[in-house]
């Protein structure tokens, strides 16, 4: 029988669920369709640009150097300012240089503008992890979480027939692809000027919160802060040397180079194998990411209904790198893009439990470099992964090398997990890792 302090409990999970996700998964879709829209892009701009399958590739994936270089910084700066005007002025920023994309008249000029759009997106994500761990209780985060990437998936579905069908505007002197990026930028802008108004910094600013669901809420986090074994709060170099923050970076390393890998070619994988048109190649693009966003629910679910972490994040690696590698492998276009769109889900639904277990031992400073350490790191996956198919494509002409590369790496992230995700032994008799 559900006690009073239960029905409180679930009352401000609720709420908070109800109150914070919706606008935070908006704001997600726009940041991950601007930095995939290219993989539509390219489809035009191949031909009238000149560019190589390898540019292609590095392009796709510089926008991950930026990511790195300024992913830390931007955090700490967050850290100081707070979530609304920092947010607010990177999606604006992004917003602009997305739009700025109609100028690439070349490689060099590639590369430039998708590190810069990388640099200006650098602070986002970490900054939504560190926010939600700020407001949601422990045994809700991965659930959270969970709920926020699905943005991921639901950019791709969105995004993926509506950049197909805008690559066949033109008009105005613009190219469809020219079209497709400055209309796909304009939304970072409007929603980035009202985050400052909608988001509050903190469960205490919070005026939407009932009295005793704050009360509640504040006594629970700061309950939880204390009670979580440290990652010490007050050193920065400690975070930076730790050996747990590289390992949990080298599993998020295989979640990205795969995420990134397959999205940022998958529609050039469903047009030379098939040659459909645009907006057919937008649709059938969009499958995977349909089941991907419905499979990492599940799995987040599950894994905050259970308390393991580790298990729900090597699991998928493992069945994710067994289907990269059968679609290496595969003869026909049906099995490769279905082989190719499973370890595109397996990846994705690594997410929510990872980011539950690796910022279970994260108190104050420490949240925040420890959060923006691992991204960045990882997210070189990002560039790793087109560019290893980009590599593959000039070599031999082919998808299977850059497949196989990507589905090993998974792989490795999975054996990881099970090593990083072990409790320290004063606490394997609580429960679960």
């Known amino acids: 029988m559900e006690t009073a302090p239960d029905r409180l409990e679930s009352a401000v999970v609720s709420r908070l669920m109800w109150r914070l996700m919706p606008f935070l998964f908006l704001l997600y879709i ?142 105005k002197g613009l190219s469809g692809w020219q079209w497709m990026f400055l209309m796909e930028g304009v939304p970072a802008i409007f929603l980035g000027a009202t985050v400052y108004w909608v988001l509050s910094d903190s469960p205490k600013e919070a005026g939407w919160l009932k009295g005793e669901e704050r009360a509640w809420l504040l006594e629970r986090l700061a309950r939880e802060q204390q009670a979580e074994p440290a990652l010490q709060k007050g050193s920065f170099w400690e975070v930076l040397v730790s050996p747990r923050i590289w390992m949990l970076s080298l599993v998020y390393f295989g979640v990205a180079t795969t995420m990134y890998g397959v999205t940022l070619w998958l529609p050039s994988v469903i047009r030379s194998l098939s040659g459909l048109s645009y907006l057919l190649t937008g649709l059938a693009s969009a499958l995977p990411f349909l089941v991907t966003a419905v499979v990492m629910v599940l799995v987040g679910m599950h894994s905050d209904r259970t308390g393991e972490r580790r298990w729900h994040t090597a699991v998928p690696a493992f069945v994710g790198a067994a289907a990269l590698v059968a679609a290496g492998y595969g003869r026909s276009t049906v099995v490769v893009v279905a082989c190719i769109g499973l370890g595109l889900v397996c990846a994705e639904s690594m997410v929510g439990p990872f980011w539950a277990m690796a910022t279970s031992r994260m108190v104050g400073l420490s949240a925040a470099a420890g959060i923006a350490v691992i991204n960045s790191l990882a997210n070189l996956g990002g560039y790793y992964g087109p560019d290893i198919i980009g590599f593959f494509r000039k070599l031999n002409g082919g998808f299977r090398g850059g497949l196989l590369a990507i589905g090993a790496t998974l792989a490795l992230s999975g054996a990881i997990a099970l090593i990083v995700g072990r409790a320290p032994a004063g606490e394997r008799s609580t429960g679960p890792a």
């Not at 109609?102 to 997106?121: D, H, K, N, V």
């Open 30 to 171: 726009v940041a991950y369709l601007d930095r995939i829209n290219v993989s539509f892009a390219v489809l035009q701009m191949r031909g009238q640009l000149g560019l190589s399958d390898r540019a292609y590739g590095r392009a796709a994936g510089m926008f991950f150097a930026g990511y790195f270089f300024f992913q830390l910084p931007s955090n700490l700066v967050l850290e100081k300012f707070g979530v609304r005007r920092w947010i607010s002025g990177l999606m604006v920023t992004w917003g602009v240089i997305s739009c700025l994309m109609i100028f690439i008249r070349g490689p060099i000029s590639f590369y430039g503008m998708r590190f810069l759009l990388g640099a200006a997106e650098a602070g986002f994500f970490p900054g939504m992890i560190l926010y939600m761990k700020r407001w949601f209780p422990a045994n809700a985060r991965g659930r959270a979480v969970a709920w926020f990437m699905t943005a991921n998936p639901i950019a791709g579905i969105v995004g993926s027939p509506v950049s197909g069908a805008l690559l066949g505007i033109s008009g």
